[in-house]
């Protein structure tokens, strides 16, 4: 099966468990063939949720047949800090999030915090200074990279 329609067929196939998929990548050596998917959704992906889409991706192959030889299927997800898109930021009210700035506010680049609102042309970030607790709006058309952080 054409690479092209097995992402298609698996893209569609994961919009059921309410994933997607974001890369497919078939690799070959001598006698072994690797399947590489790397899978997100706005909820975080543990180790329980790659083992169910593995084992339902397997499934789903069994029932289409799309390989001709035996291979191993590895499955993967962004990670607990991936990058976020700007239009879906709206999905992540609440998220702990990394922002990296083009030009600076208040003389900082960097902001990390909790996402508490997100409009058409701005995000709204609650981030702490020591003690006390700041909110800054930043244009979207000033990010440069934005990304889920880890909160210690």
């Known amino acids: 099966m054409e690479k092209e329609k097995l992402e298609e067929l698996l893209r569609n196939k994961l919009l059921e468990?309410?994933?997607?998929?974001?890369?497919?990548?078939i690799s070959y050596s001598k006698d072994d063939m690797l399947v590489s998917l790397v899978i997100d959704r706005v909820a975080p992906i543990d180790m329980e949720a790659i083992s169910e889409v593995s084992m339902k991706v397997s499934e789903y192959f069994d029932e289409i047949d799309p390989f001709d030889r035996a291979y191993t299927l590895d499955i993967s997800s962004l990670g607990a800090e991936k990058p976020l898109k700007i239009q879906d930021l709206s999905k992540y009210l609440s998220s702990y999030i990394h922002v990296h700035l083009i030009n600076p506010i208040a003389g900082e680049?960097?902001?990390?915090g909790d996402?508490?609102?997100?409009?058409?042309?701005?995000?709204?970030?609650?981030?702490?200074?020591?003690?006390?607790?700041?909110?800054?709006?930043?244009?979207?058309?000033?990010?440069?990279?934005?990304?889920?952080?880890?909160?210690?």
Do not use: G
């Not at 800054?136 to 990279?145: F, Q, T, Y």
């Open 17 to 25: 468990f309410d994933y997607e998929l974001v890369s497919l990548t």
């Open 115 to 152: 996402l508490v609102d997100v409009k058409e042309d701005t995000i709204t970030l609650s981030y702490r200074i020591k003690t006390r607790t700041k909110l800054v709006d930043i244009a979207k058309a000033n990010i440069s990279k934005i990304r889920l952080a880890i909160k210690f």
């Open 109 to 112: 680049n960097i902001y990390e």
